[in-house]
Every structure is written in C-alpha cells, then in structure tokens.
Nanobody, 121 residues
Framework: VQLQASGGGLVQAGGSLRLSCAAS????????MGWFRQAPGKEREFVAA????????IYADSVKGRFTISRDNAKNTVYLQMDSLKPEDTAVYYC???????????????WGQGTQVTVSS
C-alpha cells in the first residue's frame, strides 16, 4: 500500500485548502482513513478520521467545524477540506490507513509522506 498526499501550500489566515490522499492497492474501501499533523518541535497529533464507508467521522476539537474529512472509494482517495485556517494550523499533514477507526496513531498501519500547510497571519 502506498499513500500519496497532496494539496498543501501557503495560504493566508481565513483561507481554505483541500488536501487529497490517493491510495494504491485494493484495501482502501475496507480501511479507515485518518489525517494527522505535526508542527515543528511538536508531536504528531490527530486531526480527523473516517470509517471505510464514510458514514462516520471524528475530529479533533481544534478543527471541529472548520475541517471536513471525506472519501471517494471509487477513486481510492480521502480528502481534508480545511476552511477558516489559522496560523496554528501550520504543520505537515499526513494521511494514514488503518483497520480501526481511531484518534490514535497506533491504529494506523500505513502512512503517506506528508504535505506542508503554512498559514500566514
């Protein structure tokens, strides 16, 4: 399995970005997917997760109401729509694939390479 994240960039506070994560292999539609982020000098933290069917989602409190996770199983792709971005959202964002719908990194077996998101004030 390979995960390829894209869509990061530089945006002003209040702006929006949409991250994408394309997965190879035939397990995507049976796997939970998550987004995590890591800022310089900080631990990797949970952002959002979605069940295999897309029927349930969970979010970190810091992004709830601003970020939306979704997936297209026909395209083997998971998305993270990020609106009302804040400077504190600046981080490298990683997508991950796992068998368990969870906030914890240990639940995910495969990780993408990360995409940088920078929010200027």
């Amino acid at each position: 399995v390979q995960l390829q994240a894209s869509g990061g960039g530089l945006v002003q506070a209040g702006g929006s970005l949409r991250l994408s994560c394309a997965a190879s292999g035939r397990t995507f539609s049976r796997s939970s997917m998550g987004w995590f982020r890591q800022a310089p000098g900080k631990e990797r933290e949970f952002v959002a997760a979605i069940t295999p069917s897309g029927g349930s989602t969970i979010y970190a409190d810091s992004v709830k109401g601003r970020f939306t996770i979704s997936r297209d199983n026909a395209k083997n792709t998971v998305y993270l729509q990020m609106d009302s971005l804040k400077p504190e959202d600046t981080a490298v964002y990683y997508c991950a694939m796992g068998g368990t719908y969870s906030r914890f990194t240990s639940a995910y077996h495969y990780w993408g390479q990360g995409t940088q998101v920078t929010v200027s004030s």
